[in-house]
């Protein structure tokens, strides 16, 4: 593959490389083919689990201040939510976006980048969750359709589609988990064995 103006790095040095070998790592300036943690080989079948999200502690609503700049926020907030600054939540019941960080300071950094790199403008709304718990569960089940319609107004899909429940308590966690207890609940996005 050739790229342009690959970077390895060495201590605060930054110098261009012409060929990488097995280990290197190499710095690309991308445009959108690449998530962090892809692996390039040279014909192998590989097969990692990728990184792994952690439920974030702060989550808050995402409002467009300004209608005619739709696309710019929606690409600002793929392309930062690839970076790893944030999750974006979906709601199942209205499409309405929800930020995920581990810090409230996380807010200011994405609503400032936002406005300067992309041209968009957003508010937040605060929102009281507890957690984000990925959703392990025979979407066929009578089990999995009865959880489904009591908690839909909490099923969300994070940005690889996977299923989310928010959770607002430790205790409603319980309580789901031992009300349905085929519903598995996990606090990390990459629970699946390979």
């Known amino acids: 593959m ?13 110098e261009v490389v012409e060929e990488s070998f097995p ?6 300036h991308d445009t959108g083919s690449f998530r962090i943690g892809d692996t390039l080989t040279g014909g192998e079948k590989l097969s990692f689990k990728g990184i792994p999200s952690f439920s974030p502690e702060h989550f ?13 926020l929606a690409k600002g907030i793929d392309q930062l939510m690839d970076e790893g ?10 499409n309405r976006k929800i930020i995920g960080t581990v810090g409230a300071l996380q807010y200011e950094v994405i609503q400032y980048r936002l406005e300067h790199e992309y041209g968009a403008k957003c508010t937040y709304e605060p929102l009281s969750m507890h957690k984000a718990c990925w959703v392990e569960a025979d979407e066929k089940s009578e089990e999995f359709k009865e959880f489904a319609r009591l908690k839909q107004r909490f099923l969300a899909r994070d940005k690889y589609n996977q299923l989310v429940f928010l959770a607002d308590s430790s205790f409603t966690i319980h309580m789901t988990q031992e009300k349905f207890p085929n ?5 990390i996005s990459e629970f699946r064995e390979n």
């Open 60 to 72: 808050r609503y995402i409002n467009n201040n300004d209608p005619l700049k739709a696309k710019q």
């Open 2 to 14: 050739k790229f342009s103006s690959p970077n390895a790095f060495f201590a605060d040095k930054k």
């Open 183 to 187: 519903v598995k609940l996990h606090f």
């Open 85 to 94: 600054v944030a999750q974006l939540f979906t709601l199942e019941m209205n």
């Open 23 to 28: 280990g290197d790592i190499v710095g690309l």
